[in-house]
Nanobody, 117 residues
């Protein structure tokens, strides 16, 4: 089992920045990738981006490419999401997830990000 805990959410103004963290515990040695997802009110959950755990290769959705950056600290078993140029359309609950197989097997509880106009 892998446990994930997100932190860093909050209220930020349009154009502002915020950094989310996702701390993993448990069988972290089995993680091969981690990802960020978000779900806005009334919308389906969408993929934001991901990072491979060993190589650190990153992938982003078109909606956040160039504004968001994913990184990880293997020693701390923590993944980060640096979000810049935030706009109200980024308002959502952000979730982190971990893969030990080809699918995302474990999920955090989510952290709210609200961008005010």
């Amino acid at each position: 089992q892998v446990q994930l805990v997100e932190s860093g959410g909050g209220l930020v103004q349009d154009g502002g920045s915020l950094t989310l963290s996702c701390a993993a515990s448990g069988r972290t040695f089995s993680i091969n990738a981690m990802g960020w997802f978000r779900q806005a009110p009334g919308k389906e959950r969408e993929f934001v981006g991901s990072i491979t755990w060993n190589a650190g290769s990153t992938y982003y959705s078109d909606s956040v490419k160039g504004r968001f950056t994913i990184s990880r600290d293997k020693a701390k078993n923590t993944m980060y999401l640096q979000m810049n140029s935030l706009n109200p359309e980024d308002t959502a609950v952000f979730y982190c997830a971990a893969k030990i197989t080809s699918d995302y097997n474990f999920w955090g509880q989510g952290t709210q990000v609200t961008v005010s106009s």
